[in-house]
């Protein structure tokens, strides 16, 4: 049985952008090295196909913090500075939380998950 997070530990963004990666699970991705991937969730885990160790939620959640703090304007994946930037920066690309790049939806940070 998965274990999950006691929830009123996050803020409602951060509850938000669990959700929308649960939405883009099994998606391709793209690393900014060309390197093609695709990740699920279990629990309070994000496993990447490339990749045997999982991205804790905490990790996620902290990436996720640095880029609301930075606007969105993330420069590459180790400005994040978190285990895995290399494949939380091109989801969070996708979701709109960093400008710029490949995947980007133009919503930028200020977005903050809240769909």
């Known amino acids: 049985?998965?274990?999950?997070?006691?929830?009123?530990?996050?803020?409602?963004q951060e509850i938000a952008l669990w959700t929308r990666l649960e939405a883009l699970a099994?998606?391709?991705l793209v690393t900014a090295?060309?390197?093609?991937?695709?990740?699920?969730?279990?629990?309070?885990?994000?496993?990447?196909?490339?990749?045997?160790?999982?991205?804790t939620r905490s990790?996620?959640?902290?990436?996720?913090?640095?880029?609301?703090?930075?606007?969105?304007?993330v420069p590459g994946p180790k400005t994040l500075g978190t285990f895995g930037a290399s494949y939380l920066y091109p989801i969070f690309q996708r979701l709109g939380i960093i400008d710029g790049g490949l995947f980007s939806s133009g919503k930028?940070?200020?977005?903050?998950c809240g769909d």
């Open 26 to 28: 099994g998606t391709e």
């Open 1 to 12: 049985m998965a274990n999950y997070a006691n929830t009123s530990l996050y803020t409602p």
């Open 59 to 73: 990790t996620v959640n902290q990436a996720y913090r640095k880029a609301v703090e930075l606007s969105g304007a």
């Open 33 to 55: 090295k060309g390197l093609h991937f695709r990740f699920t969730l279990r629990g309070n885990e994000l496993f990447v196909d490339r990749k045997e160790k999982s991205i």
């Open 108 to 112: 930028g940070a200020d977005d903050h």
